[in-house]
C-alpha cells in the first residue's frame, strides 16, 4: 500500500524556482497496477522519485509498504518524529525496484552481472545469486542471455534485463519511470503483458509513470492525470476513459482512441461531419450497462430521428465493454431532444460537437 499525502517540493534553480508538486495526494492499493499520466514538466517522474526518496519532498507524508508514516519537513524525511538515518532510507529502498526508459545496464558486464549487481553487497554468497539471477532470467524469459553483453540484446530485451534486476531483492513494489517510451510498438506490447503477468504471479505493485494513455489502458488498475505539478483527474481507468472530466484528460483519451480523429476532421472542415440546420454533430459514450442492448435503435425508433455514423469503436477495459460513437443527428428538434433524454436514462451519455443551427 501507497499513501501520499500533499506532496509539495519545489526546485530552486538559477534561472528561478520551479515547482515540480503541488499538494499531490494519492492512495494506490497493495498488489495493483497504479498509472501516472502526464506531458513533460507535468511533475510524474518527481513524484516516482519521492516514492523512494531518491528526491525528498520539501513537506507532506508517506506511508510506503510497511514503513511507517513518513513526515516531510523542509526537505527532511522524518519517520515517528525522528530524522531518518541513512540505513533506515536504504532498507525503504530495497523494498522498491525501480526501472528507466534508458535502461541504465552496465556495458562492460555479462546480464549475469548486471542482474547480481543489486545482490553483491548485501551479504548474499555468490551460490544464492547465481540461483537468483537464473530464477530471474526464467521469469524475464531470457534464459539464454546469461552470458552476453547488452551490446547483443534488443531493446525491449535490455529492459528485461532492467525488469530483472530491478526485482534481485524482492521488492514488494516495482517503480516504471517511462520504461516502454524507447522502444517500438511490438517491444512497448511485450514489456506490458510482461509487467503484466509479474503483477499477477507476484503480487507485486506496479506504479506506471506515461504520457502514452494506450500504455495505462492495456495494464493499469487505476491513473492519476497530472498537469503542472497538479493531480488534475484521478480514478479507475474505466471510469476515466468512460467520462473524463479534465480538458488534458479527454485530450489524452483522444490520443488513444479512434474516435480521437474527430478533431482532425473538425479541425479541416471535413464533409463528414458538415451539419446542417436542425442536425446536431453529436459524440455518444455507451456504458458497460447498455453496451449489449439495442438502445440506439430503439431510441430513433421510438422517437423518430436519423443517426449517420462518421466513427465507431467499441473495446475492452479490464473485461467491461467501452462503446463509443460519432454521427450526426437530424430529425424534428423535439424528437431529437426527447430521444437523447432517452438515451441519457439508459446509460448512454450525448455530447454536442457541433449544432448546425448555431451555424
Do not use: W
Not at 542482474?115 to 524469459?141: F, M
Not at 491513473?223 to 468512460?242: L, N, P
Request: hydrophobic share 40%; charged share 20%.
Amino acid at each position: 500500500m501507497i499513501e501520499v499525502n500533499h506532496l509539495n517540493n519545489t526546485f530552486h534553480l538559477k534561472s528561478g524556482d520551479v515547482t515540480a508538486l503541488r499538494d499531490v495526494s494519492l492512495h494506490i492499493e497493495e498488489g495493483s497496477v497504479y498509472g501516472v499520466i502526464g506531458y513533460s514538466g507535468a511533475g510524474k517522474s518527481t513524484l516516482v522519485r519521492c516514492l523512494n526518496l531518491l528526491e525528498v519532498p520539501d513537506s507532506g507524508s508517506m506511508t510506503i509498504g510497511s514503513s511507517g508514516e513518513i513526515t516531510l519537513r523542509d526537505g527532511k524525511p522524518y519517520l515517528q518524529g525522528k530524522p531518518m538515518t541513512g540505513r533506515q532510507q536504504s532498507r525503504l529502498r530495497r523494498g522498491i525496484g525501480m526501472i528507466f526508459q534508458h535502461f541504465n545496464l552496465l556495458d562492460r558486464s555479462t546480464v549475469f552481472d548486471n542482474i547480481a549487481y543489486p545482490l553483491k553487497y548485501t551479504g548474499t554468497s555468490r551460490k544464492q545469486i547465481e540461483t537468483r539471477v537464473r530464477e530471474l532470467l526464467a521469469l524475464v524469459g531470457l534464459s539464454d542471455k546469461i552470458d552476453v553483453y547488452p551490446s547483443q540484446l534488443s531493446g525491449g530485451q535490455k529492459q528485461r534485463v532492467a525488469i530483472a534486476r530491478a526485482l534481485a531483492a524482492n521488492p514488494k513494489i516495482l517503480l516504471s519511470d517511462e520504461a516502454t517510451s524507447a522502444l517500438d510498438p511490438d517491444a512497448t506490447e511485450s514489456i506490458l503483458a510482461l509487467l503484466k503477468e509479474l503483477n499477477r504471479k507476484l503480487g507485486i505493485t506496479i506504479v506506471i509513470i506515461t504520457h502514452e494513455m494506450a500504455v495505462i489502458k492495456a495494464i493499469a488498475h487505476r491513473v492519476a492525470v497530472m498537469e503542472e505539478g497538479r493531480m488534475v483527474e484521478e480514478g479507475s481507468v474505466y471510469d476515466i476513459f468512460s467520462a473524463p472530466k479534465a480538458p488534458i484528460t479527454r485530450k489524452f483519451i483522444a490520443s488513444a482512441s479512434p474516435l480521437g480523429k474527430i478533431d482532425k476532421l473538425m479541425a479541416k472542415d471535413s464533409a463528414l461531419v458538415h451539419v446542417k440546420p436542425g442536425e446536431l454533430l453529436v459524440k455518444l459514450t455507451f456504458q458497460k450497462e447498455c453496451a449489449s442492448e439495442h438502445v440506439l435503435t430503439t431510441a430513433a425508433r421510438r422517437f423518430g430521428f436519423d443517426l449517420n455514423i462518421v466513427l465507431a469503436n467499441m473495446e475492452y477495459l479490464h473485461g467491461n465493454p467501452l462503446g463509443g460513437m460519432i454521427g450526426i443527428l437530424s430529425g424534428e428538434a423535439h424528437n431529437i431532444e426527447n430521444g437523447i433524454q432517452f438515451l441519457s436514462e439508459n446509460h448512454v451519455t450525448t455530447e454536442v460537437l457541433k449544432d448546425g443551427s448555431a451555424d
